[in-house]
T-cell receptor, first 113, second 112 residues
């Protein structure tokens, strides 16, 4: 079974630039999550999708972050414009259902200079 | 709001010793609790998931217990090996939005 795929693996941008991350979940997984993990911290939920609908985006800074999950499969997370404090690892995860085991991708390490 | 605490932040043990990692949470009305492992520069790997109705789960050398009433979970790793060196994170699912709240993790080094 293929795992959760994420790209790019690393990204370096200047502040005020825009960036996008891509995630392909495990086939058949209805629930998809985007997390932000700052060094030394646990992951923080940004947005959760159930199929192509948003379940929880209460911690997503909507003035600069946006996410979509077209056709209930792949998802993209965008930051525009980026700030220095957005430097973090962005993790995508998926699960069969809301209360089931999560499977994580390798993450995208973002550095904002 | 669910708060998850893992203390200590870092620990080292000699190879062969049993590892005991603790996780505490503030709201005992949980759906489930998961333990994850994270290697440097990698994503998280799920180790064990304990449903709220369960007291423990076991997989190989790993055993996790859950005491909802006291808001605690413990991860035991028997006969630790250098390959067990990693950060271990506890995550609790609770609340009307089913959100998974993570602790900051225990960074473990097993010394050969």
């Amino acid at each position: 079974e293929a795992g959760v795929a994420q790209s790019p693996r690393y990204k370096i941008i200047e502040k005020r630039q825009s960036v996008a991350f891509w995630c392909n979940p495990i086939s058949g997984h209805a629930t998809l999550y985007w997390y932000q993990q700052i060094l030394g911290q646990g992951p923080k939920l940004l947005i959760q999708f159930q199929n192509n609908g948003v379940v929880d985006d209460s911690q997503l800074p909507k003035d600069r972050f946006s996410a979509e999950r077209l056709k209930g499969v792949d998802s993209t997370l965008k930051i525009q414009p980026a700030k220095l404090e957005d430097s973090a690892v962005y993790l995508c995860a998926s699960s069969r259902g809301v209360q089931e085991k999560l499977f994580f991708g390798s993450g995208t390490q973002l550095s904002v200079l | 709001k669910q708060e998850v605490t893992q203390i200590p932040a870092a620990l080292s043990v000699p190879e062969g010793e049993n590892l005991v990692l603790n996780c505490s949470f503030t709201d005992s009305a949980i759906y489930n609790l998961q333990w994850f492992r994270q290697d440097p520069g990698k994503g998280l790997t799920s180790l064990l998931l304990i449903q709220s109705s369960q007291r423990e789960q076991t997989s190989g050398r790993l055993n996790a217990s859950l005491d909802k009433s006291s808001g605690r979970s413990t991860l035991y790793i028997a006969a630790s090996q250098p390959g067990d060196s990693a950060t271990y994170l506890c995550a609790v699912r609770s609340g009307g939005n089913n959100r998974l709240a993570f602790g900051k993790g225990n960074q473990v080094v097993v010394i050969p």
